[in-house]
C-alpha cells in the first residue's frame, strides 16, 4: 500500500470522501461500484468492481467461440481493461488497460463497426485495433464490450454475419449481468 498522506474523518452517516485527486488519477467515477475489503492489521481497501471482470469464465468462453465462429479474434473488456482474450491476441492483450479512443467509445454506449479502412485501437500502447466494438450494457449502464479484432489474415472488411455474432455476444452478457 502507499501512503497519500490524506486525513479524512468519517461522518455521521459513516461516509468518507476520496479526494478529487485520487479519484482523478485512478479514473473513479461518480456512481461506480466499489468492492470493500479488509486486511488483517485492520486497513480497509476500496477497490473498483467491475461486473463484468467477475463473469472473466463466462467471457473468455464466449471469445473463443467467436474466434471459431467468426475467424476474427475476439476481446471482451470492462470500461477499463481487457477481461478475455481469445486467439492469436490473447496473450498481448490480456488485463491491459483500454486506448483512450476505445474508452471514450465503451463509455459512450456506441456500436463501432469498421467499413474497411477505420479502425479503433485496442489498449494503451499496443497496436491491435478493433473492427467491430458492441457495447455490453445492463440496467442502462455501460459495463464493458465485446470486439473483433483485425489480424494478419483476417480481411479487413467485417462481415455482417461476424457482426451479428459479436453483437449476440454483447447482447447476452449484458442480459447475464441483469440476472
Do not use: W
Request: with cysteine; aromatic share 4%.
Amino acid at each position: 500500500m502507499k501512503a497519500t498522506g490524506i486525513v479524512r474523518r468519517i461522518d455521521d452517516l459513516g461516509r468518507v470522501v476520496i479526494p478529487k485527486e485520487i479519484r482523478r488519477t485512478l479514473k473513479i467515477r461518480e456512481g461506480m461500484p466499489m468492492e470493500i475489503f479488509t486486511d488483517v492489521s485492520g486497513g480497509v481497501i476500496l477497490k473498483k468492481y467491475s461486473p463484468v471482470g467477475e463473469m472473466s469464465q463466462l467471457a473468455s468462453a464466449y471469445a473463443e467461440t467467436l474466434v471459431h465462429l467468426t475467424g476474427y479474434a475476439a476481446v471482451v473488456c470492462d470500461t477499463e481493461q481487457i477481461i478475455a482474450a481469445a486467439g492469436p491476441v490473447k496473450k498481448e492483450l490480456l488485463h491491459k488497460p483500454l486506448a483512450p479512443q476505445l474508452e471514450e467509445l465503451v463509455q459512450a454506449k456506441r456500436i463501432f463497426i469498421s467499413g474497411g479502412e477505420n479502425t479503433v485501437l485496442v489498449a494503451q500502447g499496443l497496436t491491435p485495433t478493433a473492427l467491430a466494438v458492441f457495447p455490453v450494457v445492463s440496467s442502462g449502464d455501460v459495463m464493458g464490450a465485446v470486439m473483433l479484432i483485425k489480424g494478419e489474415k483476417s480481411p479487413a472488411r467485417i462481415s455482417a454475419e461476424a457482426a451479428e455474432s459479436a453483437k449476440a455476444a454483447s447482447m447476452f452478457l449484458s442480459r447475464q449481468l441483469e440476472a
